[in-house]
């Protein structure tokens, strides 16, 4: 049998095989969509204002998971090493956090707890949400508070915890809970797990009332705390909140709740799915197999039929870990649940960490009821040939241990194949070339200033404007151009990164001015006519003057806002965007003596040179 350090040793060599092969994960990853976002409200809002931090984020009131994000920003501006950081020590606090409530929960488990402590570390369902920054944010906080809550809440219903002790959990609980809700506002799920699990794990002890009556009467401060901060953060969540916007369906919620069990939950028992696929700008889909998905409701049925025969109180603990693996999806799913929303969603199990810590709860607390007693023949002690009742008599110690040993590796084999495969797919995403080419293009060009442009859509596409365009991206490098209105030198981020040349699409012309370099016509605010109207737009204007010297010009359509530009003496083209719409072009010098002399020119939309053979 097993003595508590070397169970301890065991879980802390756990832990870390699970942290080497996470880390390998963030290793060869990098930003993916919503990473982008944070990183580009980041860099053009100053990080500690309420418009950046009670940002409502998709429907998330996150204002600590923008903290994080905003700090790392400004540190290392779009280099994944700061991220990849936080997220190791984020796994790792979450990681030793479940292992100490199992302790908690089942102190006398030994090799039966670390079963539950390897299905939570190496589970695919913790990884999707682990590898990507935006997510991790969100749900590694959550679950290391719902693992410490719980584990407090076990202590302080427990009859031998003092009055000092449950202060002192009250303090920590509710400090861990504000920071918890703070990243993500699915942590107030841990305010029921943690009653129902400290419930559950009292529940066959002598009460003179009931078992939940007893877990709220001894940790009534625990429940007080918590309720309270439960209610005010509810408040909260909902004034700044966008969550219940947009069309939602509640039979495409139920579609995708279901999807999400059979598809997701119920292969990812047995260590699955091995198949991922991605459609970029997706992430990874899991494609679990038939016979994968078969054998993870057989092993839901074996556990059932185990706990149920052997175990009192488990059919409690069974249906409640289900509710939750159901209910927990259904906020989420509803908002997502819009007509085009594809059921293949539901197979990304980025929203299914929190489930796995339930489950793993779950399994400690089955390890901890006691055995249920069953009736055996009579013997010498009872001469009447009647029964009586005993304990059902474990296994041997020695074959438990190597039937846990066994299952433990067929399930870490088998996750390990499933999390080759999520990353391979996973390192499918050309998001971190773009970038890192980006970079050192826009160190490369700094001297001359240049145009916002859009992301590629492969990266992110246009409904997170104005967060997909490269000022919000690449706002905090201090090596890149500056980014403006006008421009002598037309240069653009191809969709691999490199910063080409570009050239103005020949929408409307601008006829050569009646001067010449010599005598430039142009020293009053003058109107250039185009060939044809322009719609209100984002138009681009390339002109090519003489200037008799320096000065400040400003450009205008007939109806839109002016922009300022800088020219130069001499023969040159200027690049000037402007919004708005009309016929014309009007021009004014600023600068007293500034004459020009204005050649041909046309208006349209910014695009790679070689695009126009240019």
Known sequence: MMTNRTVSSIAAALIIAALVVRGALVATGSFYWDDLILIGRASTMPILSWDYLGHSHDGHFMPAAFLVAGLSTVIAPVNWVVPAITLIVGQAIASVAVWRMIRIIAPRAG????????FYLFTPMTVPA???????LNTLPMQAAMAWIVGDAVLACRSDADAAQRRRIVVRSSIVFVVALAFFEKSLF???????????????EDHPISPLATAVSR??????????????????????????????????TARLVWRSVNRAIVPSLVGGPWEWDRWNPSPPMGFASWWMILAGWLVIAAVAIWALLRKRGAAAILILAAAYAVLAQVPVMWNRSSGNTALELAQTMRYLPDTALVFAAA??????????????????????GGRHAKPAEPAAPATGLVAVVVLIGLAVASASVSLAGFGNSWRDNPTGDYLDTAKRSL????????FDQALPLEILLPVAYPNNQISHTFGRLRQRPDFGSSTDRLQVLDTSGQLVAGAVTPRRAIAEGRGSCARPELSAPARLALDGPLIRWRWTIALSYCANRAGEVEFWLDEGSRVKATVQPGLHVIYVQLDGQGSAVNVAPLTAGLALHTGAGRVGEVVEARFLGE
């Open 443 to 450: 160190a490369a060009g700094t001297d001359h200033p240049m």
């Open 363 to 384: 399994l400690a607390l089955l390890i901890a009821a006691p055995a249920r007693v069953r009736a055996v023949p009579a013997d010498d002690e009872n001469p009447r």
């Open 219 to 252: 940790a009534r401060g625990l429940w007080g705390a918590l309720a309270a901060i439960f209610g005010v953060w509810l408040i909260v969540f909902f004034s700044v909140s966008d969550a219940t916007a947009g069309v939602h369906s509640a039979a495409q």
């Open 130 to 136: 682990f590898t990507w920054w935006a997510a991790g």
């Open 111 to 118: 090799a039966a707890g670390l079963a539950a402590l390897t």
């Open 190 to 204: 841990v305010l029921p797990v943690a009653l129902v699990a400290a419930t559950l794990s009292i529940a066959f």
